[in-house]
């Protein structure tokens, strides 16, 4: 679920838009337009919500990513933040190479077959939040792309910083070593999910 917001000032026109992606949801207008009815406005916002079928949540690799072996977005433009009362939804693109470099006992540094990348486990996630994978069972096989949506609900006493933890089991080919198993998982732990206390906080008062 994505939200996108807008935040202005008006005297008498609320509007609360909602736009769906998916066909099973309809979209909604409503105007508030009675001065004698509305005499008092703190804050008024524009919200524009996609709401996707709870059925349908799971992510769809972006094409734009296909030739860039890592996983998207990069630590460095990080991901956004996420809002107390709002659902958050973030997708990581995840573009795996055909091979990697590797350092065997007996044969010292030798470039591999990637068979699978399988992500077991994502710790430290806020509470009740959840993950799922495209591919499903989260085993990504070499020269692929995947992706990877988190998602949840989070409530005012979820507030807080979450650094959470991605943790990968590799297993590779090579004529002179077979298939193999990292025996000690990779771990991506760049990507610290903050909630806060949402930025949208709409309220009026109605006189009759």
């Known amino acids: 679920m994505k939200f996108a917001f807008l935040t202005f000032l008006s ?16 979209g909604i207008l409503f105007i508030i337009t009675n001065e004698k009815q509305m005499k008092k406005i703190s804050t008024l916002c524009i919200l524009v919500m996609w709401f996707v079928n709870a059925d349908a949540q ?22 956004p933040v996420g809002y107390a009362g709002l659902s958050y939804n973030q997708v990581f693109n995840y573009v795996v190479p055909a091979d990697t470099i590797i ?9 591999a077959q990637i068979d699978s990348i399988v992500l077991t486990d994502i710790t430290n996630l806020p509470p009740g939040f959840t993950y799922t994978c495209n591919p499903n069972g989260c ?70």
Do not use: R, W
């Open 11 to 26: 005297t008498f026109v609320v509007v609360i838009l909602s736009l769906s992606k998916g066909t099973n949801n309809k």
């Open 58 to 79: 799971v992510c769809i690799p972006d094409l734009q990513y296909v030739g860039m072996p890592e996983i998207h977005p990069d630590s460095t433009t990080g991901i």
């Open 103 to 111: 350092e065997y006992p007996g044969q010292g540094i030798i470039l």
């Open 139 to 208: 085993s990504f096989p070499g020269n692929s792309q995947g992706c990877i949506v988190i998602q949840g609900n989070p409530g005012t006493s979820d507030i807080g910083t979450y650094p959470i933890t991605l943790l990968f089991t590799t297993s590779v080919y090579h004529t002179s070593i077979g298939h193999i198993t990292g025996s000690e998982p990779s771990i991506i732990d760049d990507y610290p999910i903050v909630i806060t206390a949402s930025q949208c906080a709409a309220g009026f008062t109605l006189y009759p």
